[in-house]
């Protein structure tokens, strides 16, 4: 059973999401990295994850019913910033990993706490849309789907294996990565 501690329900020990990042190619399969299933309300925390290299799923107004189905099925840590779910029955017996987010925080506070309380390290980003891998591309397969000024200045571009979105380095990104070197 999950124990409790600084506000929330924490599995592990504690760590720091620490390392510089860079754009993902490819990442080793390994049963030791975890996934996770964001409740409706951490939708911010769901892309933060997938920007520190996390399979996140999140589906907006998700039914807690439905989410503690889809947790059982799919083996996936669950993240909660609800106490009432948290109480579940299939949390509390152990079926389903979880974590309780305490209230009040804001997404990177609730980024860096579930870092901390699964000792995860960051690794190559992910899509932010839907958590899939990226694999990088070449620069004249992605001209038809970034802006001119865009395609002109950037030379590496990635596309999610999962929903075909493209990505690039760009200031964006930039800022995204300077947080996470700040965890």
């Known amino acids: 059973m999950p124990r409790r501690s600084r506000g929330g329900l924490e599995l592990g ?5 620490a ?3 860079a754009m993902a190619t490819d990442e080793a399969k390994t049963d030791e990295v975890p996934a996770f299933w964001c409740d409706a309300m951490l939708g911010g925390l769901a892309r933060w994850l ?3 290299g996390y399979d996140a799923a999140w589906v907006e ?3 807690d019913a439905e989410l503690v189905r889809r947790a059982l099925a799919s083996g996936r840590i669950l993240l909660t910033a609800d106490t009432e779910l948290a109480r579940h029955g299939a949390i509390r017996s152990g079926r389903i990993r979880a974590v309780l987010i305490p209230a009040g925080k804001t997404k990177f506070e609730q980024l860096r706490y579930v870092a901390q309380a699964l000792s995860l390290t960051c690794r190559q980003p992910r899509c932010m849309a839907c958590g899939g891998r990226l694999r990088p591309i070449p620069k004249d397969a992605a001209r038809p789907e970034v802006p001119p000024r865009t395609f002109n200045w950037c030379d590496e571009f990635f596309r999610c294996r999962r929903c075909a979105k493209v990505f690039w380095r760009g200031t964006h990104w930039h800022r995204i990565s300077a947080r996470l070197d700040a965890l």
């Open 13 to 17: 020990s504690t760590g720091a999401c």
């Open 19 to 21: 390392g510089r990042l």
């Open 61 to 63: 107004g998700i039914d």
């Open 50 to 52: 997938r920007a520190a």
